[in-house]
Nanobody, 118 residues
């Protein structure tokens, strides 16, 4: 099983990025994104269940980030708009067959760096 995250980069405040996470080896019913900012613990960002209508967001990203999935590609996306410097972090995707806002996911990607300049 492999989760390959991509799409990170450097963007100015107010800009947008779209992260992708492609799963191979298994089909998962739920995906999530977490992030770890410098000097902080990893935190939940967003999650999506099998129906795609089941989505969950951290309060800090509601209205700015959108999680979605393409089941034909076993890929989950995180569209990030109106980015702020405090969004700077390494973003990790996670996958499992249950959905949670906690870190108890069984499968993790390698992380992709997002840097938002002020």
């Amino acid at each position: 099983v492999q989760l390959q995250a991509s799409g990170g980069g450097l963007v100015q405040t107010g800009g947008s990025l779209r992260l992708s996470c492609a799963a191979s080896g298994r089909t998962f019913s739920s995906y999530a994104w977490f992030r770890r900012a410098p000097g902080k613990e990893r935190e939940f960002v967003a999650a999506v269940g099998g129906s795609s209508s089941s989505t969950y967001y951290a309060d800090s990203v509601k209205g700015r980030f959108t999680i979605s999935r393409d089941n034909t590609k076993n890929t989950v996306y995180l569209q990030m708009n109106s980015l702020k410097p405090e969004d700077t972090a390494v973003y990790y995707c996670a996958a499992d067959w249950v959905i949670s806002t906690e870190e108890n996911w069984n499968y993790w990607g390698q992380g992709t760096q997002v840097t938002v300049s002020s």
